[in-house]
């Protein structure tokens, strides 16, 4: 049996991650891209992009944050940008953008990096795969 405070954390991250699926209306790109990321308060670690857009990127690094908490990511010679954690699972975070990214800079990142035709992308983890479904069916994660 849950306790009422674990039961309020996977609501909220259930809701947290139905609106960050519902905000995507912006070009998402698959890519590979080297970043930076990390806590307010921590240092930041290495991370590579696998899911980019203006509203937001999935990144595949050891970061030990949680739902909800403020990550900054950084591309080598781009100031920072903030962004909330919407979902952290075995090395592979979801995050949304605090103020959506300018096009031109999505554009330039991508660019940068190596970006996949949808049929070629990477596969992602299996749990990641059942934390989607779940989240997108409403079911308690």
Do not use: C
Request: charged content about 25%; aromatic content about 4%.
């Amino acid at each position: 049996m849950r306790s009422s405070g674990e039961q309020g954390m996977q609501t909220n991250v259930a809701v947290a991650g139905a609106e960050f699926a519902n905000r995507r209306g912006a070009e998402r790109f698959a890519l590979d891209l080297a970043v930076r990321i990390g806590l307010a308060d921590a240092p930041s670690t290495e991370a590579r992009l696998s899911d980019l857009s203006t509203g937001g990127f999935r990144a595949h690094g050891a970061l030990e944050a949680r739902a909800g908490d403020q990550v900054w990511l950084r591309l080598t010679g781009q100031l920072p940008v903030a962004a909330k954690l919407v979902w952290s699972n075995e090395g592979v975070h979801g995050a949304a953008f605090v103020e959506p990214l300018a096009p031109a800079l999505v554009r330039r990142m991508v660019a940068l990096g190596t970006v996949y035709e949808e049929a070629t992308r990477p596969e992602r983890p299996a749990a990641l795969v059942d934390l989607l479904r779940r989240t997108r069916e409403g079911q308690e994660l």
